[in-house]
């Protein structure tokens, strides 16, 4: 079992940047991929980022290359996403999720946080 604690999100105007961390609960976090998901209004969740267990490999949607960075700190059981030159579509609720597999579909994340709110003004 794995809890999921997203924070860092908030109001930032477009160029700017946030840092999203993911705090987990569990003893076998190191095992997990870990990912980022983002929902806007009125769309579907869709897929950010991810990170393998050993912090290695790392996944990012083509929107968010060269922008997002997915980082882990296993030894704090921790997941973050750097958020850099931020644009106003980059508005969403973003969620954390835990995996076994090499996830980069929603359906192979198994735990899941409870979303923090980014919101980027223009």
């Known amino acids: 079992q794995v809890q999921l604690v997203e924070s860092g999100g908030g109001l930032v105007q477009a160029g700017g940047s946030l840092r999203l961390s993911c705090a987990a609960s569990g003893r076998t976090f190191s095992s997990y991929t870990m990912g980022w998901f983002r929902q806007a209004p009125g769309k579907e969740r869709e897929f950010v980022a991810a990170?393998?267990?050993?912090?290695?490999?790392?996944y990012n949607a083509d929107s968010v290359k060269g922008r997002f960075t997915i980082s882990r700190d296993n030894a704090k059981n921790t997941v973050s996403l750097q958020m850099n030159s931020l644009k106003p579509e980059d508005t969403a609720v973003y969620y954390c999720?835990?995996?076994?597999?090499?996830?980069?579909?929603?359906?192979?994340?198994?735990?899941w946080g409870q979303g923090t709110q980014v919101t980027v003004s223009s």
């Open positions: 990170i393998r267990w050993s912090g290695g490999i790392t």
């Open positions: 999720a835990a995996s076994t597999s090499v996830a980069l579909t929603q359906s192979e994340y198994d735990y």
